[in-house]
């Protein structure tokens, strides 16, 4: 809610609400993985995805391609640390 107010007074932002979700999650997901949890990977998957729809809106398309880069490398991340989870237990 202070992410949106700050983007909607503060910037130039045409769409605050998406702009301060895709922050948001973003926040969440740096401190999720500063704690090592994998659940991490599925808040980048969603704020990286988010990010995609958000560019194409924009007609930023190059940038739209790296965000799709972002969620395939969130997502491999994601199974990867899964993985290795579940060959290594932990006590």
Avoid: H, R
């Amino acid at each position: 809610m202070i992410y949106y107010l700050i983007l909607s007074q503060f910037t130039d932002s045409t769409i605050p609400k998406s702009d301060a979700l895709v922050g948001a999650l973003s926040v969440i997901g740096t401190w999720m993985l500063a704690k090592k949890l994998i659940e991490n990977w599925l808040v980048w998957i969603a704020a990286d995805a988010l990010c995609v729809g958000l560019y194409i809106y924009k007609d930023l398309y190059p940038t739209a391609v790296l965000f799709v880069i972002y969620t395939v490398m969130a997502a491999v991340g994601y199974w990867q640390w899964k993985k290795t989870m579940t060959e290594v237990e932990i006590p």
